[in-house]
């Protein structure tokens, strides 16, 4: 993140990609494992985006631009996702807590682009 973005929220997933070919969930990355999960807000120009870096090596799982009409879909409690025009992304959240705090700030960053 440069100097110009500030994380509005930072909770822990199993950051997923949907394998389409096998129709199957795989982990985002070379392991699966929790990911630190933020939502980025640049403030110059009031972009958002969701980076995620997993908890062992830093490796970055997902970096992908939150964009205006963006359906984020609550599957489960811990379980959302959304689609870009490449893939399918899945969080999977250990508990509640992490997934009701990164889908509100997922939901107000929606509501300002
Ligand atoms: C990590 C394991 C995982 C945990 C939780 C459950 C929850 C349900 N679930 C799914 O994969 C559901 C079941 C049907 C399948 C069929 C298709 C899928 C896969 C690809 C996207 N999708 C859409 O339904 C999208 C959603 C969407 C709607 C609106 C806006 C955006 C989006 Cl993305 N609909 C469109 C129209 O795109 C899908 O989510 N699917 C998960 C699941 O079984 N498991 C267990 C396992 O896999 O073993």
């Known amino acids: 993140a440069d100097t110009f973005e500030v994380p509005i ?6 950051v997923m990609v949907y394998d389409d070919v096998n129709k199957k969930w795989i982990p985002s990355g070379s392991t699966p494992g929790l990911s630190k ?18 908890m062992a090596d ?7 631009a939150i964009l205006k ?4 879909n609550q599957a489960t ?3 959302h996702q959304w689609r870009d025009s490449r893939q399918v992304y899945g969080l999977n959240f250990p508990n509640t807590d992490e997934s009701e705090s990164f889908s509100q700030a997922m939901f107000s960053a929606l509501e300002t682009l």
Do not use: W
Not at 41 to 54: A, D, E, I, L, P
Not at 58 to 64: D, R, T
Not at 69 to 72: P, S, T
């Open 9 to 14: 929220v930072s909770t822990r997933a199993n």
């Open 37 to 54: 999960v933020q939502i980025y807000q640049h403030t110059s120009n009031n972009t958002f985006r969701v980076v995620g870096r997993k």
């Open 58 to 64: 830093h490796e970055v799982v997902i970096n992908c």
């Open 69 to 72: 009409g963006l359906k984020y």
């Open 77 to 79: 409690p811990t379980f």
